[in-house]
């Protein structure tokens, strides 16, 4: 059964639209067997040019497009979004209505979900980290893993709740933090921590810049193939719980080597399963 997707997106820029390309792009060639229902934004047209060039896109593939604007939204409440997070969603979740996705994706979606919209869909969301990694933003990520000296990073797809970044885990994709592209990197940090990078180069630290490179690369990929095993009924979601195809709970899979694979020639060394 072709699997049904709603499609929710900020889309900002070129990373959003890469990951939207992609799924478009597998579905048309037959190696995904799904069908885009709907996208939805929190901009509006004239919001960014990035945005509206994601527009186009989707609008080009006549794939239904919803939109509604949280920073009028925000403004219409004199300025507080926190507060009023609930009542924008059920604004969403109505708007929304028309639509019975068996999964909905956040693909560079930069609002937080409140419980009206963990409850009305099934969603997936990408995470710039291994499942028991760090939690926040890619940025909080990142520095994260600067101050502990982490040997390894990756991306991982997880089931959306109402607990930021800690729903279960339904499949992920590694990488090494060592090795001839990382150790001079390392080097030149010279025992200095977070703090200290932040104050003087900030993102442009090199190590910092290579560790989002490796993780952003992946990240469509790791999206794609979690998305191919879903519509394969390799597993699924029973409430909280992702099952296998025998309804077995399942822990996350390890996407790593047909992560890779998509990544084309590397001179990086295969990651080695743990």
């Not at 929710?8 to 478009?24: K, P, Q």
């Not at 939204?73 to 109505?94: M, P």
């Not at 940090?189 to 290579?210: C, N, Q, V, W």
């Amino acid at each position: 059964m072709t699997l049904r997707l709603g499609w929710f997106s900020t889309a900002r820029g070129s990373g959003s639209r890469g990951m939207l390309t992609e799924v478009l792009s597998a579905i048309d060639s037959g190696d995904l067997d799904a069908r885009i229902e709907f996208v939805f934004s929190n901009r509006e047209r004239g919001e960014g040019d990035g945005s509206d060039a994601y527009f186009d896109l989707v609008e080009s593939r006549s794939i239904p497009l919803v939109t509604h604007s949280s920073r009028a939204f925000r403004e219409a409440h004199g300025g507080d979004f926190g507060s009023n997070r609930a009542a924008y969603d059920e604004e969403v979740r109505q708007l929304l209505s028309p639509y019975q996705p068996d999964f909905s994706v956040l693909a560079g979606y930069m609002l937080i979900w409140s419980p009206v919209l963990c409850q009305a869909f099934t969603a997936i969301n990408l995470h710039p980290a291994l499942p028991d990694g760090p939690i926040g933003m890619w940025q909080e990520v990142i520095w994260h893993l600067i101050d502990d000296w982490s040997l390894e990073s990756g991306a991982s797809v997880f089931l959306v709740t109402e607990e930021l970044d800690r729903g279960p885990s339904i499949a992920y994709t590694r990488f090494p933090m060592r090795g001839w592209r990382f150790d001079d990197l390392w080097m030149r940090l010279d025992e200095r921590t977070s703090t200290d990078i932040k104050a003087a180069e900030g993102e442009d630290h090199p190590l910092f810049k290579a560790l989002r490179h490796e993780e952003m690369q992946r990240e469509p990929h790791l999206l794609l193939e979690t998305l191919k095993v879903l519509a394969r009924g390799d597993i699924s979601v029973e409430g909280r719980t992702i099952v296998d195809a025998n309804g077995t709970p399942s822990a996350p899979l390890d996407l790593t080597k047909q992560v890779e694979a998509l990544l084309g020639p590397s001179d990086m060394p295969p990651v080695k399963p743990r």
